[in-house]
């Protein structure tokens, strides 16, 4: 279905008052839980059930991979679960979906249980994380998308800053069981009720109720997206990033550890999760009149040059320095394919290409970190799988300036 300007409401979307806004507050406390409890809190459900059940890291892993994947296949239906049964239910159901997969891990105690929970918490991480947050804000922003989803996404780095301290606390008073029931009653009762009282029916903005068109069918606009080179290569490019990225961060402590010892590496960890808390905030006031392929390629590359100074340089500072300036780009990453995916293709095709794009991420980075892990065991240290992850970048950072058709239709 094509965009149809004779029917699209005209909306002040920079106005405190803008309803918008109100959503933005309910997408950031939602991601503050998704990643919380469903990205975040994976580090914690390992070593809990490890200390807990004597089980190996690599079953317990095993399970965390499955959750990445399985949770992949079910992002890609998150855009028309949205359309078709509207952002409020399909917000409520990813609350529940979460809480539910809280209390599931709370009660694992045999191996084949740890996989069913991690099948329900990936039924949650798709209900509440970032193919929800965008599918959701996209139906109340156009021109300030951008600066929305932004916004929202903070909650995604709340959740790693505050949620998981809490989580970890509340575990050495209350016992993990507990403390997972706990988070799951938590989120119910903060979530649930703002989403019913400040999510309601969207505005039109695009004219999808008055156009008379009938639309594509999701899978008419999925196998047209994969043979779009606009798509591909801003789908590619992400994919490179994402995976070198999350298996950065996740193996940076133990990068850091035996450089500048644990407690430093703790500080450039938490310097890089502040850091991306910063730069999504600055880039969220520009970043809807940038040109998006370039501003991708300038984090690309950013992030190439500061993991060349964190390999080759082994001062304390420096190091430091080189986690902040790798955080920088860390949050817009998750941001800048939606707004490229909407300024370059249909508003109606809108939902089912950011899940599309979201889901082949996902099975892309989850498999980050085994893949650096394993390189580490095979070369003996960390120098060849992060010139990997160098190389990725900078690939990418080629690719993504390779454009599509410019407003490429489905027609």
């Known amino acids: 279905m094509l965009d149809n300007p004779r029917h699209t409401v005209s909306i002040d979307e920079s106005s405190l008052r803008y309803e918008g806004w109100r959503i933005v507050a309910v997408c950031f406390l939602l991601a503050t ?14 070593a809990e059930l490890q200390r807990a059940r004597g089980w190996s890291a690599s079953l317990i892993s095993s399970g965390t991979t499955f959750f990445y994947l399985f949770g ?17 239910l399909s917000l409520i159901a990813g609350a529940l979906a979460m809480a539910a997969a809280a209390v599931a891990i709370g009660a694992v105690r045999e191996p084949w249980q740890l996989y069913l929970a991690d099948a329900v918490l990936a039924f949650g991480w798709a209900g509440t994380s970032l193919a929800m947050i965008t599918n959701t804000i996209s139906l109340w922003f156009d021109h300030k998308r951008g600066m929305a989803i932004s916004l929202a996404l903070n909650g995604a780095s709340f959740g790693g800053i505050v949620g998981v301290p809490l989580l970890v606390t509340l575990i050495g008073h209350i016992g993990f069981a507990s403390a997972m029931y706990a988070a799951a009653g938590a989120m119910l009762v903060l979530l649930a009720p703002v989403i019913l009282l400040l999510v309601g029916r969207p505005p039109d903005l695009h004219g999808w109720t008055a156009a008379k068109e009938k639309p594509q069918s999701s899978t008419q606009i999925r196998a047209w997206a994969l043979r779009d080179v606009g798509f591909l290569t801003v789908t590619i490019a992400f994919s490179l990033v994402l995976f070198a990225q999350v298996g950065f961060v996740v193996h940076l402590i133990s990068f850091l550890d035996p450089v500048i ?7 450039a960890v938490a310097v890089l999760t502040a850091m991306a808390v910063v730069g999504r905030v600055l880039f969220s006031l520009v970043i809807d009149r940038l040109d998006q392929r370039l501003a991708s390629a300038i984090s690309f590359l950013s992030q190439a040059a500061a993991l060349l100074v964190v390999i080759n340089l082994h001062n304390d500072h420096v190091l430091i320095a080189g986690c902040a300036v790798f955080g920088f780009s860390v949050g817009n990453l998750i941001t800048l394919p939606s707004l490229i995916v909407q300024q370059e293709f249909d508003s109606a095709s809108f939902g089912v290409l950011i899940s599309l794009n979201t889901a082949i991420n996902q099975v892309t980075y989850a498999f980050g970190p085994g893949v650096v892990g394993a390189l580490r065991d095979w070369s003996g240290g960390y120098v060849l799988p992060f010139y990997l992850c160098i190389a990725l970048e900078v690939v990418a950072a080629a690719l993504i300036m390779v454009r599509g058709k410019p407003r490429a239709k489905l027609s």
């Open 33 to 46: 839980f998704g990643w919380g409890l469903g990205f975040y809190g994976q580090s914690v459900y390992v």
């Open 261 to 267: 010892g644990r407690e430093r590496a703790a500080v």
């Open 72 to 88: 992949a296949l079910l992002v890609v239906f998150v855009g028309e679960a949205v359309r078709k049964y509207g952002p409020r």
